[in-house]
C-alpha cells in the first residue's frame, strides 16, 4: 500500500462501524460492497442495551476511506468527561465502554505479499472531550512510532493514573481533523479511545461522538460530513493521525477483506487499572484492561418511545485513478493499469519481474532485482506514496488545501498519489471513489409483540411513517426512500471518471448510497421493485428532496442519473473516451468521441445509437437481454409495451426538460445544438 501510514490514515477517517482490509487479485471491474448492520441487545424502550455494530467489506473490494454510524437522535448517548454537561452519573474517565475486535484484518509486512490477516483487538476507555487540554504526536518519533507517547501512562505529561495519556487528554490532530476549512473545530459529545501495538507500532483508535448535526452544520458541502444531516448522533472512527504523512514503519499494506465487530456497552465497566492498588504496569496493561462489573452508570439508552428507528452506517472507498481495481493506496502504479496482485506483492514474478514490489508496467528498471528503493528517497517501494520518484517528506498537498478546492465532487480529500508524482495535485476528480450506505431498522418495543413478522419494523407503533404490516415475510420491509435519509448527490460516488461496466463498458456500477430501494427485492409487496416504486406511500420509493433536484444543468434530475450510471456532478465526458463511447456525465451525449461533431453534443448519431448497429440493437430491451444496457434508459423505467428501454427514452433527446437543459437556459434544444459547457462549480 504505497505509504502503510498513509494507507492507515486514509482509513483513519472512518465514521464508526469498523476497519475493512485484506488482499486478494483485482481488475478494473472492482467493487466496494461494505456493509455495517447493527444489533441491539434489547429493544425495549428506554432501556440500558449494547450496541454491536459487524463491518464487512470483501475480498477484492476496495478498502474505505470514511465509515460513518447514525444513531437515533431520540436514542440518549451520555456525555463524556471534560464536556461542559457532564454529570458524575455518567460514566467516568478511564471507564470501559467498548470493545474493536477484528476478525479479517489483512497486511502486509516490509514489502511482503498483502496476505498476513492479523487479529486485532481492542478496549475502548471513556475519553476526555476536552479540547484545550491536548497531547500530540512526537515529532521525533520512537522505537514504536509517532504515537507511541498516546499509550503510555504519562504521555505529554499526562497524569500517572493507570491511564493512557489519550485517554487523560486529547489527541491534537482530532482538533484539527474536525475542523472545517476556515472554522473552529466542533465540539465532540464523548469520546472512546484505544491503542494496541502491531508489529512494534503503536496504532491509536479513537471513537468521536458528536450531536446530532453538529457536523453537518460545521461542515460545507460537498464534503462528507456535511452529508450527515438528520442520521442522528454521528460516531467517527479515528485511526491513527491521518492528518500527517506517513512514517516509517514496518507496515506497509493493508487490504480486504475486512471484517470487525465493535460493541459499545449500554453501561460502562469497571476498569481495574483505576483501582488503587493498580495491577497496571505497563502500557500494554494500560490499555487492554479486562471489563470488570457494570459501574452502573449509563452510556447509552434506547429511544424512550416504542417505534421503529433507523441506524445507518455510510461508506465511502479510497480514490482509484486509473481504474484498475486496486486503490492508489494499494497501487504502486496509480495511473497505469498493472495487474500485479496484492497477495503476491514483491513476489509477483509475472507482473513483477525484479520482485521489487514495482509492477513491470510502470517500472523502469523492471530487471534490477532487490531494489527495494528505487527512487532512493528513504521509504520502502511499497510504502513509498511516490515509489519511483523521490519523494523524502511524502508530502500530499490535497491534504491539506481547501476540500472544495480538491475534491468538488465529495469523497476523500486527498487520493493517496505524493506531490512528487501527482500531475493534478490541485485537485482529485480523476480519482474516482464509491459509496454505500447501510440502513438497520429496529422496531423499539413499547408494549408485547410490535413486529410480529420480525423484518426491524413495527407491525403498530409511532410514527406510522415508518410501520410495516405483518406480512409474514422478514425480507419485505417498507421501500419508502423517503425513510432512508437520502444523500446528497455530492457524496454518492461520483468522480470524472466513474466506473463503467455492463456488454458496452458504458454501464453502472454501485455509485449511488445501496439503500433499501436499491436492493432488488420488492419489500413492500406492490410489485414494483426499488426505483420503479414510484407510487403514493407505502409504495413510495422516490427520494425526497432529491426527484427533481438537477444539480450540474444537463437536463436530468440526479435522481434519474442514479440508474442511468451518468454523474449527477459533471456535464461533459466526451473525447477522450474512445470512438463511441458515451459520455460519463451527459446521459443525451450517448455517442461520443472519435467525430468532433459528436463530442460533448447531441446529434443524430446518439439517436441512431438506439438500434445500430442490430447486433446491438438496444431500442425495446429489458434487463437480462443481451443487448440491454442501463446507459441507453435515459427516461428510467419501463415504458411502452412493458420495455424499459423504449421510445420515451428517444423522446428525452429533444423534448422536456432534458431536450432543452438549464445549462443551455432551458429555451435552446440540445438536440443538434451548442456543446456541453462545463458546470462552473464541479467542472466537466
Known sequence: MRNS???????????????????DSRDVSASFTAASPVTLSTKAANTVADTTITTTIPSGDYNFSLIAWGTP???????????????????????????????????GFSDTPCAANVTLSF?????????????????????????????????????????????DKFPSYLNTLFTPDGGSSVQPRARYAAAAKVAGTVLTLNFVVFDSDALANAFAPPHPFDDLKG?????????????????????????????SMTTLFGQSKVNPCKVTPSSCTTPESINSPSPGSSTGKNRYNNPGTGGTYLWTAFHQSLRDTDGDGKENQLDPCPTTVDSLNPLLIGGDITNDSDLDAIPNACDTTPLNVGDHDQDDDGWSNALDN??????????????????????????????????????????????????????????????PQVDNDTDGWCTVASPTSLNDPDDGNAIRTPEDYDLVFPMAIAHSGSGANPPMGGPSGAGI??????????????????????????????????????????????????????????????????????????????????????????????????????????????LNTNPGEPAFDARWDIDPGYGPFNKMINVTDLTALIAGTSGFPPMFGGTTRAFNGPACTAHPTYGD
Open 5 to 23: 501510514s498513509r494507507a492507515l490514515a486514509a482509513l483513519a477517517v472512518s465514521f464508526f462501524a469498523v476497519l475493512a482490509g485484506g488482499g
Open 73 to 107: 437522535s431520540q436514542a440518549t448517548v451520555a456525555y463524556g468527561p471534560g464536556h461542559t454537561s457532564f454529570l458524575t452519573t455518567h460514566p467516568a474517565l478511564g471507564d470501559i465502554v467498548g470493545t474493536f475486535t477484528t476478525t479479517a484484518s489483512y497486511f
Open 123 to 167: 478496549t475502548l476507555l471513556n475519553a476526555t472531550v476536552d479540547k484545550t487540554s491536548a497531547i500530540s504526536p512526537l515529532t521525533s518519533p520512537g522505537p514504536a512510532g509517532p504515537l507511541e507517547n498516546m499509550w503510555t501512562d504519562t504521555g505529554g505529561g499526562a497524569a500517572a493514573n493507570g491511564l493512557p495519556a489519550q485517554v
Open 231 to 259: 442520521l442522528g448522533y454521528t460516531t467517527v472512527v479515528v485511526l491513527n493521525d491521518p492528518t500527517q504523512p506517513g512514517s516509517q514503519v514496518s507496515v506497509t499494506d493493508f487490504c480486504t477483506p475486512f471484517t
Open 386 to 447: 511516490c515509489p519511483r520518484t523521490a519523494n523524502p517528506t511524502q508530502s500530499e498537498s490535497e491534504s491539506t488545501a481547501v476540500y472544495s478546492t480538491v475534491a468538488k465532487r465529495g469523497g476523500p480529500r486527498a487520493d493517496g498519489i505524493g506531490d512528487a508524482c501527482d500531475n493534478n495535485n490541485a485537485s482529485v476528480l480523476p480519482s474516482t471513489f464509491q459509496t454505500t450506505l447501510t440502513v438497520t431498522a429496529q422496531c423499539i418495543d413499547s408494549g
Open 509 to 618: 456500477q454501485s455509485r449511488q448510497p445501496a439503500q433499501v430501494c436499491s436492493d432488488g427485492i420488492d419489500n413492500d409487496g406492490d410489485t414494483l421493485v426499488d426505483l420503479l416504486d414510484s407510487g403514493p406511500a407505502p409504495g413510495n420509493c422516490r427520494p425526497k428532496d432529491v426527484a427533481t433536484t438537477d444539480t450540474d444543468g444537463d437536463g436530468y434530475s440526479d435522481e434519474a442519473e442514479i440508474p442511468i450510471g451518468t454523474d449527477a456532478l459533471g456535464r461533459c465526458g466526451g473525447g477522450n473516451e474512445g470512438t463511441g463511447i458515451p459520455s460519463r456525465d451527459w446521459p443525451s451525449d450517448l455517442y461520443s468521441g472519435g467525430l468532433p461533431v459528436s463530442t460533448d453534443k447531441a446529434n443524430v448519431l446518439d439517436l441512431t445509437s438506439f438500434i445500430a448497429p442490430p447486433s446491438s440493437r438496444r
